[in-house]
Each structure stands twice: as C-alpha cells, then as structure tokens.
C-alpha cells in the first residue's frame, strides 16, 4: 500500500462545476498536510497548506480528517485554468524535512 | 529575484555513462532534495540535505549520490547511468525544517539510451 493515495482520475468537468478530491495516507504520525499543483511538464508549486481547522483560499477549500487519515480538496466554480494535476503531499512530523507525494489527480475543466 | 534553477534542462546520454545534474538556489535555504518524477506518477525522493555536508538518502537512492560543499548547491549524479533512471528530475528547497513550503526548480529531463 503506497503512503499517500489519491483519487487516480482524470476528472473531466464543464466550467463552473465543483469537483473534489481526497486523499489518504498510512503514517498516522504525520504532521503537515499540503496541496500542489502541477502544471503539464512544469514544476509542482504549493496551491494551499491544509489546517486542522480546515481552510479556504477563494474558490478553494482544504480539509483534514485525522481520524480517518484523509484530505480533501475542493474546487468551486471550477475554471478553464484550473486544469492541471493536484498533488496530495504529506510531511511526516518524525522526519522534519521529508514529504510524502501522491501519485496525483488530473483535473481538466472544458468550456 | 531569488530562485532556484537547474541544468542542463534536457540531457541524452549513454547507459553507463556518468551524469552530474546541477540544481542552485539562492535564497539561502538550508534544505533540499531532488525527486524524479515518471510518467503518471508523483515525486520520489532520492536524496535530500539538511545543511552544508549533510546528506541523506531517500526512498529511490540507489544508483544516485549528491554532496552538499556550499548553502547554494546540491549536484545529483548518477555514477553509471542505467535506462531506468529516464525521468524528469526535479530539485527543490525550502528553508529550515518547520517549513511550509518546497520550492521547485523547473526540472531537467534525463533520457538514457
């Protein structure tokens, strides 16, 4: 079993639709929780960091259940430019430093 | 600006050959890594380093080394390479260890024929 799994997708959705992703992870002593999007052929870059509390950043909302060891991603209003990979990344609190991907979710958003 | 690059952007060599990617940031970070990335498939990490001489291996290490001599560079090699090793390599870093964020380089794409 990998540490951090994703939905495998793709998701194909029109514009304006919301879409949402999970992800899970093994290693219950992990501490940070994050995620990244990755752009065809592009490096990966930080999209939100996801909060106990969960969190929102305008069309997007992040949430942790510890409990169940999951996160999730929700996309509002999906845009054409939110097409892209989203990657679920795990920090391990025992082993500051080393981050844990996901395999990724693709998302595409048509007109 | 502060960033952080990496070079060459392309490579083609031979299976067996040694291959030195080079990955530099100037923000002063003390931590970096370098993954690979395959096709459908997220970031492995090969090696990573907490600081000037420190370095660790990671869950893909094995045909890889770096060395860390300076704050600014992280050089990842592979001592023969092998056609398993065609990926796309990507280094990052990230300041101290209570970070939130990985800063990526764009990559370099590794084919080994």
């Known amino acids: 079993r990998k540490e951090v799994e994703q939905d495998p997708g793709p998701f194909n959705v029109p514009e304006g639709a919301t879409v949402a992703f999970n992800c899970t992870y093994s290693?219950?002593?992990?501490?940070?929780f994050f995620w990244y999007r990755q752009d065809c052929r592009k490096e990966p870059k930080l999209l939100m960091s996801?909060?106990?509390s969960g969190n929102e950043d305008g069309r997007f909302t992040a949430q942790l259940n510890r409990a169940s060891q999951y996160i999730s991603l929700l996309i509002r209003d999906s845009k054409l430019s939110d097409s892209a990979t989203y990657l679920c990344?795990?920090?391990?609190?025992?082993?500051?430093?080393?981050?844990?991907f996901g395999d990724g979710t693709t998302l595409t958003v048509k007109p | 600006d502060a960033e952080i690059t990496q070079s060459p952007r392309h490579k083609i060599t031979e299976t067996g050959r040694q291959v030195t990617l080079a990955c530099h940031q100037t923000?002063?970070?003390?931590?970096m890594f370098w993954y690979r990335q395959d096709l459908g498939h997220g970031l492995r990490l090969i090696h990573y380093?907490?600081?000037?001489?420190?370095?660790n291996k990671g869950e893909v290490s094995d045909g890889y080394s770096v060395s860390r001599s300076n704050t600014e560079d992280l050089p990842l090699t592979l001592e023969s390479a092998a056609s398993s090793q065609t990926s796309v390599y990507f280094c990052?870093?990230?300041?101290?260890?209570?970070?939130?964020?990985?800063?990526f380089g764009p990559g370099t794409r590794l084919t080994v024929l």
């Open positions: 990052a870093s990230a300041p101290g260890q209570d970070y939130n964020e990985q800063f």
């Open positions: 380093s907490y600081g000037v001489h420190d370095t």
């Open positions: 996801v909060y106990s």
């Open positions: 290693n219950s002593a992990s501490q940070s």
């Open positions: 923000w002063n970070h003390n931590n």
């Open positions: 990344v795990v920090r391990d609190g025992t082993n500051a430093g080393k981050s844990t």
